[in-house]
């Protein structure tokens, strides 16, 4: 059910990079001067930097991470010489606005963010980390519930009718975040794609998961007949999102999950259907903070990362329906069986 939030932050993000080279900051004429200057000699100031080489011709040479020498994890903590020059002039330049009581603005759609150890946005890192553990915590709780604590039929296969399906929602939300933290450490095109694309699947796969659940559909045959189609449109949808852009398709996809796990919380008889509810609404108020877009506190926390913490303990409450919605099932199919 979280996913649905996520897409609709991909959307908000998508219409940032659209107006990518709009943003204030990379359109301020000393700045541009800065960068200019950076990538003509390597350095600003008396700070120079490695990574800004050139030949003996006076030509710039930037090779590609492949080519490079140094161990993929090393090189990952540095930066190339446009995004060094990018990252301290727009330092210098922000603390030449501090200086005259002017508050921070974007640069190249993004708030000026304070770097450590290499990493971009570091709060929403740790915070991504983070939903991960929580999300690899509540898969394990919930396998270890299904095949060690409730009956089993023959001792092997589990009464709960979805366990499967669950436990694929686990490794996609595993999936997800991880590639949530790596872009957040590094934003570029590569990095970009496997965020985005790995959310809309995880949020296609829940899409399914939320229909079969709130409708009840058990017999295998009429899975595949719902599935089927919602998988071939969420590929082509993924294709579709790294080769055009990001389109209003992905918030239908979230407010209809959404919709039917509202709905169904309302008319059924769970006993855990307070933690939809929750779930629900507490996640709609996070989105809030999205829409607000402050800039970063310190450097660091900025509302996106301040979003992804607030879904780390709706993950836990998440995974808690999950555990729970297990137990009443199979204590229902166990009380039908005698």
């Not at 509302?303 to 709706?314: D, F, K, N, R, S």
Request: charged share 20%; with cysteine; proline share 4%.
């Amino acid at each position: 059910m979280l996913d649905g939030w996520v897409c609709a932050f991909l959307l908000v993000l998508s219409w940032s990079v659209e107006v990518i080279d709009a943003s204030a900051g990379d359109a301020d004429p000393r700045y541009r001067g800065c960068i200019t200057q950076c990538q003509e000699t390597g350095c600003i100031g008396q700070r120079c930097f490695p990574n800004c080489k050139f030949s003996s011709d006076g030509e710039f040479i930037d090779r590609p991470w492949y080519m490079q020498q140094e161990p993929l994890y090393l090189q990952w903590k540095k930066w190339d010489c446009q995004g060094d020059c990018r990252y301290y002039c727009m330092l210098d330049r922000e603390k030449e606005r501090e200086s005259h009581n002017l508050g921070p603005v974007k640069y190249h759609g993004k708030w000026p963010f304070r770097r450590i150890y290499g990493m971009q946005e570091p709060a929403s890192v740790a915070f991504s980390a983070l939903n991960l553990a929580m999300h690899f915590h509540g898969w394990v709780s919930f396998f270890i519930l299904i095949h060690y604590k409730l009956p089993l039929k023959d001792g092997k296969k589990a009464y709960y009718e979805y366990a499967g399906l669950w436990h694929m929602y686990g490794l996609l939300s595993l999936n997800s975040w991880f590639w949530s933290a790596v872009f957040h450490s590094r934003d570029v095109d590569l990095t970009e794609k496997l965020d985005y694309s790995s959310a809309v699947v995880l949020l296609g796969y829940s899409l399914i998961l939320a229909i079969l659940r709130t409708f009840s559909i058990r017999d295998e045959a009429t899975r595949v007949m719902v599935a089927a189609p919602l998988i071939a449109f969420v590929t082509t949808h993924v294709m579709y999102i790294n080769f055009y852009l990001l389109d209003y398709v992905c918030v239908v996809m979230a407010v209809a999950q959404l919709s039917m796990w509202a709905v169904w919380a309302g008319v059924s008889n769970h006993p855990s259907r307070w933690k939809l509810w929750l779930v629900v609404i507490a996640g709609g108020l996070a989105m809030l903070l999205e829409i607000y877009d402050f800039p970063p506190h310190q450097g660091l926390f900025d509302a996106h990362a301040l979003w992804h913490a607030t879904t780390i303990p709706l993950t836990y409450i998440w995974w808690s329906f999950i555990r729970d919605d297990a137990e009443f099932r199979t204590s229902n199919l166990l009380k039908k069986a005698k």
